[in-house]
Nanobody, 119 residues
Framework: VQLQASGGGLVQSGGSLRLACAAS????????MGWYRQALGKQRELVAT???????NYGDSVKGRFTMSRDNAKNTVYLQMNSLKPEDTAVYYC??????????????WGQGTQVTVSS
């Protein structure tokens, strides 16, 4: 599985950005996709996930502001980010997960895209 993320950039506080992540390769094996982020000096954290069934899950800090969606025809997932705050500044990573069993899964990561929110 290969993931290509795009859409990051610089935006003012209160603004919006949309990230995209295009998947290629063995996409039929993917069970879920997600967005994670890592701010400077901090651990990587969950932003949002979407399952093959369309169920979404969001990190507490982005609930109500971010929306994850997908376009199956384009093998692409999106992260619409509204009401951005300076604390949303981070490198955002696209993730694809293949679940083999209850205890075994494999993660694939995109290259990361920088989002910077100025105050």
């Amino acid at each position: 599985v290969q993931l290509q993320a795009s859409g990051g950039g610089l935006v003012q506080s209160g603004g919006s950005l949309r990230l995209a992540c295009a998947a290629s390769g063995s996409i039929f094996s993917i069970n879920a996709m997600g967005w994670y982020r890592q701010a400077l000096g901090k651990q990587r954290e969950l932003v949002a996930t979407i399952t093959i069934g369309g169920s979404t899950n969001y990190g507490d800090s982005v609930k109500g502001r971010f929306t994850m969606s997908r376009d199956n025809a384009k093998n692409t997932v999106y992260l619409q980010m509204n009401s951005l705050k300076p604390e949303d500044t981070a490198v955002y990573y696209c993730n694809a997960r293949i679940i083999y069993s209850d205890i075994l899964s494999e993660d694939y990561w995109g290259q990361g895209t920088q989002v910077t929110v100025s105050s």
